[in-house]
Every structure is written in C-alpha cells, then in structure tokens.
C-alpha cells in the first residue's frame, strides 16, 4: 500500500474535518444520464479489453494473448460497484482512445483506492497492518485492495444480499491465492526451512481437516467469519486477516442462539429479523438450517417437556411399585 | 410355574447392545449438537458432530444387518401383533402395568419361542424399528449429504424440514428407550429380562 502526497492532504484533510467527500459510486447514488455516458466512453476501451475484443481485434496484426490479464467481462463489470464509473476515473486519461495498441505502462497507471476511498482506508490500515498478510516479510508489499477485492467484480454486501451470493465472491478472493499454487506462488515468502525457494501452498483440505463437514462450510459461510476477529454489532468487518493460530475455533460463536453470523454474514440482514414462524434467527434459517442457533423455541420446550414427562412416569410407576411390593412383603410377614 | 427356554440367539443379543450403545451415543451428542450454547457446555461442539456422524453411519449399517438378519432367521414375525383380540390383549397388558403390577398379579401372557413378545411390546418394537428408526437414519442420512435436500421450502432452507423430522424421531426414539429400559425391569425379578438380554436364557413364572 503505496502512499503518495494526493493521500496524505487527504488524510490531514479528513482529519481536519473538511475531507469527507469522498466520491461515492454506489448504483442508486449516480444518476442514469451519468451512467449512460461513462458506459458509452467505456466502450471504447472494452473493443479490445472484453472477450468479444480479443476474439475480434479491431487492428489486424495486434497481439491479443497480452490482453489476457487485463480482460473484462463486460456484463459483471457494469453490475458490480464500479460499473458505473468512467474507466478513466481509475485507469490514467493518457492511454485512451484510438491510439492503439497503447504503451504497457498504462497498465499500472492507476490511481489508488485512497483517491476514493480515503476515509474508508484510513479507518482499516491499521486492521490491514494487523493481518497476516502485512506481517509476512515480502507479503505486504505486494498487497493492493485490488488482491482481494476485485474492483471490476464486487458488489458490496447491502446491493448483494443474498448470503450465498456474498459467500461465493468473498471466498473467491481468499480462495484464488489459496486453492492455486500459481497465484499463491507470486505472493509466497521465503520457506523459514529451506531458505532460497518459496513457500509452499497448504493444502486447504488439509489444514481445515479438523472443522466438521468443511465443504459444507464453505458454501455457506464466508472464510473471514473464522479469519478476522469479531467485532461490535453494527460495525464493519475487521480487514485483519488471521491466521490458523489465531482464527476462531470455537463452532458455538456461530452454533448457538446469540450467533455471531448475525454481526458477520448477515449484519445486513439482520434489521429485518422477524422470528418468522416462531425461528430463532430466522434471517441466518432463510438462507442455512446452522444446528443450534436456528431453533424453534416452542418445539424445544414441547421435546423436553415429553422427555421429562417420560421421565417422571417411569420414576413415579418405578416409586409406587417399590411402595406397593413393600407392602405385600410386610403383610406376608 | 417356571418358565425357562432359550429365547434370544446371540445375533440379537449383540445387534440388541451395539444399537443400544449407538443411539446413546447419538442422544448424548445430538442433545449437545441441538442445544449448542455457551452457558450449557456438554460435549466439544466439534467433537460431538465427529462422533454423532461416526456413530450415525455405524447405526444405518447395523440397521441395514438387523433388517437383513430379520428377514432370513424369520425374526420380523415375532414383531407382527398376531390376531384375533390384539386389541383386547393390548389393553390386558396396559391393565396390568398400570393397576395389575401394584398387587403382584402374575404377567398375563407367557413367553415362548414362537411368540417372544407380549401385544404392546409387538406394537411398540415394529413402530419403533420400522416406521420411527428408518426416518431418522434417513434424515440423518440426508444432514450427511444435504445436496439431497430441497434447496430452498416455504422462503427457508431446505434442509429444514429434514432437521426437524430428525430432531422429532431422535426424540421419540429417547423416549422409546427411557420408557424400554424401565420395562425391562418389570420381569420376575428386576433383573431378569437384562439377565435374557444377556445370555439368551429366558427365566420366571411367566
């Protein structure tokens, strides 16, 4: 994370009182007329950065296999959060246009998420400082936002809603570093064993042997439920990574009544919690049947109440009989 | 007069204790599964869920023997309730658990090789194995592997109605068992039946 002097005067800005413009760019926030026009100027970088550019080059002779990292799906950038930006307010000016194919440095011509997103960032540097991921020597560095947030994809939590949308793009950002050597490879340290070669990629099946029923999990729920610590209802999700050392092992965080899913997963959800047909978090049973923190309260009380019914008969029957041959022994005697 | 026959090869007798050991087993960590809470530590969450599954998928194979074994030894015979009067016998045997037992009336009816049970016992057992027993190993079964539930039922997931079945036939089965290990103490003496259900042997007046 890289800080240049446009960060910090907005920083001192923000500090000060005076920075709180931030550009937001959530969908309901621009206007159509506005969208319209940076979707047509994007246009013209998508006839070559889209699939149907590089399966048809606008230039003969072009070489479209040094697109391939820097393709965009078009449908999934206009539905994601930055899909109504103008490329141009990420990617420099100086490259658009019909002056193609343009220099490669345009590549890594790009503002950062602070020009933004400044306050936001201010507010999670230090949990970001934190995680496992800065704590590594050679790790930090090679961390942008865009690691993990995939700024031509994600959509925030609020317009995504449905959980087991939000858990399929938030494990996809762990999960293509974690579950691919290649990638997990240009991030990797030095191995602490064998000094000169990288680390090697856990196997994520194995280091998660000891969590019941793991695959089940990872449809469900997202890897930061376990991997970040937990934080005040209300208040957004930590960005410090934890590692396996420190994650959340305890399963009744989540598998009880008072489960911490509803300050994670489902803290956008979690307004509209109605006790529908008399559930116990009902909001979290909408979307995952997690044994015991979706009960039905009633019904708990209705099978104790037989069990223990069940109980002081046998007891009863068991005493009056006891009594009863104690009886018809004294008076045989 | 005394009644002694060889009334239980060894097969039900360790089929009979293997399942009993199972579904405490699965009571025990199913009730610590289900009521899960902070305030109420019984067994490790983690652990419970590793050995409720273990001992699931143990009980659906020993499931899958005794109905096998049932079917070649001729045994599920003596589960079926034989007319005429089943009813009426019923209601003998309810009478005398809950009035005849007090004054020390005999049992009334007597055990032999061809019929091991009395009418309520016959009722209850086939209820219990056949309808309530393949249900929730079934649902069990389905919590396993929940890409066979529906995906979602009624704006909920679809794993819940199948949590719920299981959770009711779990239970009916703990009450089945509270109310047959009490029973079992109602033979000649209070430990007779326990005695049969260990060597076989069948001994008392009735």
Not at chain 1, 234 to 260: Q, V
Not at chain 2, 114 to 141: K, R
Not at chain 2, 142 to 160: E, H, S, T
Request: some cysteine.
């Amino acid at each position: 994370m890289f800080i240049n002097w446009r960060q910090i005067l907005t920083r001192l800005l923000l500090i000060a009182g005076i920075g709180g413009g931030v550009a937001w760019t959530a969908h309901a926030e621009v206007d159509t007329a506005t969208i319209e026009k940076n979707r047509k100027a994007n246009e013209v970088c998508f006839t070559c950065h889209s699939a149907a550019g590089i399966a048809r080059p606008p230039k003969a002779g072009m070489d479209m296999s040094k697109l391939k990292d820097s393709r965009v799906d078009t449908h999934v950038f206009n539905g994601s959060d930055h899909g109504v930006m103008d490329c141009r307010e990420c990617h420099s000016k100086n490259y658009y246009g019909e002056n193609y194919p343009h220099d490669p440095a345009g590549k890594t011509a790009t503002s950062p998420c602070t020009e933004c997103h400044a306050a936001k960032v201010l507010r999670l540097e230090p949990q970001f400082n934190a995680s496992v991921h800065a704590k590594i020597q050679g790790v930090k560095e090679k961390f942008t936002c865009n690691t993990c947030h995939n700024a031509h994809v994600n959509v925030v939590q609020k317009r995504l809603k449905d959980p087991a949308k939000i858990v399929a793009q938030d494990n996809h950002g762990c999960l293509e570093c974690h579950n691919s050597n290649e990638t997990f490879a240009k991030f990797a340290p030095d191995n602490e064993k064998t000094p000169g070669q990288k680390k090697i990629r856990p196997d994520i099946d194995t280091i998660h042997e000891w969590l019941p029923n793991a695959k089940a999990h990872w449809k469900a729920v997202r890897c930061i439920e376990c991997h970040t610590p937990e934080v005040a209802e209300g208040k957004m999700l930590s960005h410090e990574i934890l590692n396996k050392e420190k994650a959340e092992k305890k399963c009744l965080s989540c598998h009880s009544s008072d489960s911490s899913l509803k300050t994670r997963l489902y803290r956008h959800l979690v307004k509209d919690e109605q006790q529908r047909l008399g559930f116990t978090n009902s909001v979290i049973l909408s979307n995952s049947y997690v044994i015991g923190a979706t009960r039905h309260p009633l019904l708990d009380k209705a099978i104790i109440g037989l069990v223990l019914l069940a109980l002081a008969g046998v007891l009863t029957h068991g005493v009056i009989r006891l009594i009863a041959a104690l009886r018809r022994k004294g008076k045989k005697q | 007069m005394s009644n002694r026959i060889y009334l239980l090869p060894l097969w039900i007798r360790l089929w009979h204790w293997s399942n009993a050991l199972l579904i405490i087993l699965l009571a025990i960590t199913g009730f610590s599964l289900h009521f899960a809470d902070p305030k109420l530590p019984l067994v490790e969450f983690a652990l419970a869920a590793r050995i409720h599954q273990i001992a699931g998928i143990a009980l659906v194979a020993l499931y899958s023997l005794f109905v096998i074994a049932n079917i070649i030894s001729g045994n599920w015979w003596q589960y079926v309730p034989k007319p005429p009067g089943v009813l009426q016998r019923c209601w003998i045997q309810a009478k005398w658990y809950m009035i005849g037992i007090f004054k020390g009336e005999p049992h009334p009816y007597r055990v032999s090789e061809e019929q091991n049970f009395n009418a309520l016992q016959a009722i209850s057992y086939w209820v219990i194995m056949y309808m309530v027993m393949p249900v929730v190993l079934l649902s069990g079964l389905i919590f396993l592997y929940p890409d066979f539930a529906p995906d979602r039922l009624f704006g909920f997931d679809g794993l819940l109605p199948v949590a719920i079945v299981h959770y009711i036939t779990g239970a009916a089965i703990v009450i089945f068992m509270i109310v047959h290990i009490y029973l079992g103490t109602t033979g000649s003496t209070v430990t007779s039946m326990f005695k049969t259900m260990i060597n076989g042997w069948h001994e008392g007046d009735h």
